[in-house]
């Protein structure tokens, strides 16, 4: 029997929330097909099968923590003999290096060296007895970096949790159940002061831990709220002539197999925009006093995918054509909604949109995603009346845009000066064959 561990992700990354067993004990499963997918802080992994054989035994339960370099699942390979005191070695052994490795987070299978090694003297060596109170070795009480995450957002301490596991060990589970306890007991003196009991059947507030990329999101919202003075910037652009043109278009761009929708075009007006306005397009580095221009427009777009809100990126904007564009976004909108947009993907974005009306409502203040500049978000279209140039009340298509601007950096003028040239290539597209190379 061969153990298959959990590799290095990279970046620090030490343990992941298992989210789907695609197989169960005793499933075949060839070489390469899904088996687990796990979630990290950065993006969903779907790990595959190293090699053809039988699973055998899953060590970590569907919402159970998965740890680096500790047995995920066992199998035995196809034509080889079980032996339960064999392990695999260290999966990241043979891996690629960590780079390469959360590159393809999504993508591929997570490596395993599966050859059977013989244990080491240190394995069969007496474990340590652990100290008396719970405590484990060292007098530490163990838990993991998730647990004790979440016991400070919390505010609570690991002493006050007590643990179920080996040697006191402090689970998640032990946090979830003291915070029921604690939220149980805050209902029952609330209903002892009130004027009379609660209703049968009542149910209690339900606590759910914030992880995964939903956790790194807050972190980087706070951060970028809380550091970056925010100037808001609010525009609407007719764009009648703009869905006219589109509609031309998306039957073409079909025919190539591609689907066009109005974020393409959303994307190469805005990277003509910032050639004649380069300062949306850079960067601050508030302790060297420099701004860096950007060599290149890479544009973020905020995708609401199955692993929380993914700010993936269409590189180099300004050098592909609208189908290039488009067929970048349709790959980048499916991995993220799927949750499983590569490290390479989440990097290096210069600007970026939210098409918040894609899913309703008019106006947003968005925030920023640092270290970037700028970002704007784009309200849903309506067909509203306006006057034209003979005074006479005609219906045309009005979007709204709300920019947020980094007011260390861009001031009122450069801003709206800024919206106006991306505003025109909108609301007159032909125009910008003039600019494009």
């Not at 040697?167 to 003291?178: A, I, N, Q, T």
């Not at 306005?277 to 006093?289: K, Q, T, V, Y």
Request: charge should be negative; glycine fraction near 8%; include cysteine.
């Amino acid at each position: 029997m061969t153990q298959f561990k959990l590799p290095d992700i990279g970046e620090g990354i030490v343990e992941c929330e298992v989210v789907e067993w695609h197989v169960q004990e005793g499933d075949s499963v060839a070489e390469d097909q899904p088996v687990v997918e796990v979630m990290t802080d950065k993006a969903l992994v779907e790990i595959t099968a190293p090699e053809t054989g039988t699973i055998t035994r899953l060590h970590v339960a569907k919402g159970e923590t998965a740890r680096v370099h500790e047995p995920l699942f066992a199998y035995d390979a196809e034509g080889g003999e079980s032996d339960e005191s064999t392990e695999s070695g260290e999966s990241g052994d043979n891996a690629e290096p960590a780079d390469d490795a959360e590159d393809a987070q999504g993508e591929g299978s997570a490596p395993a060296d599966a050859t059977p090694r013989p244990a080491s003297p240190q394995a069969e060596a007496p474990a340590v007895a652990p100290p008396a109170s719970g405590r484990g070795a060292y007098g530490r009480i163990p838990a993991s970096p998730a647990v004790r995450r979440l016991l400070r957002e919390n505010e609570l301490r690991l002493d006050q949790v007590p643990g179920s596991g080996k040697d006191g060990r402090v689970l998640k589970e032990d946090v979830l159940s003291f915070l029921d306890g604690a939220v149980a007991t805050q209902s029952a003196e609330s209903n002892a002061a009130s004027s009379g009991p609660s209703p049968a059947g009542e149910a209690t507030s339900r606590v759910e831990p914030l992880r995964g990329v939903r956790a790194a999101m807050a972190r980087q919202m706070v951060e970028s709220a809380s550091t970056i003075p925010h100037f808001q910037y609010g525009e609407e652009i007719d764009v009648t002539r703009l869905l006219a043109l589109h509609d031309r278009l998306k039957p073409q761009a079909e025919a190539q197999e591609t689907r066009l929708t109005l974020m393409p075009l959303f994307m190469k007006a805005l990277a003509l925009a910032v050639q004649a306005h380069p300062i949306l397009n850079s960067r601050l580095d508030m302790e060297a006093g420099e701004i860096h221009y950007q060599s290149h427009c890479n544009i973020g777009m905020a995708v609401d995918g199955k692993a929380g809100l993914m700010v993936p990126n269409v590189k180099q904007v300004e050098s592909l054509s609208l189908l290039e564009v488009a067929a970048e976004v349709q790959r980048l909108t499916t991995a993220a909604r799927e949750g499983r947009v590569s490290r390479a993907d989440l990097q290096q974005g210069t600007i970026s949109m939210s098409n918040i009306g894609a899913l309703g409502g008019t106006y947003a203040a968005p925030i920023i995603n640092a270290p970037e500049v700028a970002i704007v978000a784009i309200g849903k279209t309506q067909w509203l009346p306006r006057f034209d140039a003979n005074g006479e009340v005609v219906s045309r298509a009005i979007m709204t845009a709300t920019w947020a601007g980094d007011h260390r950096l861009i001031d009122g003028g450069t801003i709206a000066r800024f919206c106006n040239v991306w505003k025109g290539y909108l609301e007159d597209p032909e125009t910008m064959l003039l600019s494009l190379r």
